[in-house]
């Protein structure tokens, strides 16, 4: 009887440092784009985010209520379970208002991280060699 073939297993890719630094990157340009602020403003940052209500006097109209919302420059995680839609209406309103910046930065930052790895190769395979591999192991690269 024939012997069953086996599959060949795959080896776990290695964590490679420069891949979390462009994913670090790209988190920032979304958050900054999203919420105003970066990954760290959005973590930890206070709860401001609310609405107003402020009565106007006009000239043959009388009273007239005006509603605004205060703290929107920065939305954090706070904001987000404290007033939810007011959050998310903002978050809409800059997504509308900064997809392109966003995408341009985005199209940058993925360009210039691949031409920094061609560039780079040779330093890099002797960093991870000679430094990286002695000291962390295998599983860990540059």
Do not use: C, H
Request: hydrophobic content about 40%.
């Amino acid at each position: 009887m024939a012997k069953a073939k086996t599959r060949r297993r795959r080896r776990s890719q290695p964590f490679r440092i420069l891949d979390a630094i462009e994913a670090l990157a790209y988190g920032q340009i979304i958050s900054v784009g999203l919420t105003g602020g970066g990954l760290y403003e959005f973590i930890t940052g206070k709860q401001d985010l609310g609405s107003t209500t402020t009565l106007n006097y006009q000239y043959g109209m009388g009273l007239t209520e005006v509603e605004g919302i205060t703290g929107q420059d920065v939305i954090s995680l706070k904001d987000m379970v404290s007033e939810p839609t007011l959050a998310i209406s903002q978050v809409t309103q800059n997504f509308a208002d900064n997809i392109i910046p966003m995408a341009t930065a985005g199209l940058v930052t993925g360009v210039t991280f691949n031409i920094g790895r061609r560039v780079l190769r040779r330093p890099i395979n002797t960093f991870n060699n000679k430094l990286m591999k002695p000291l962390l192991g295998a599983g860990v690269k540059l």
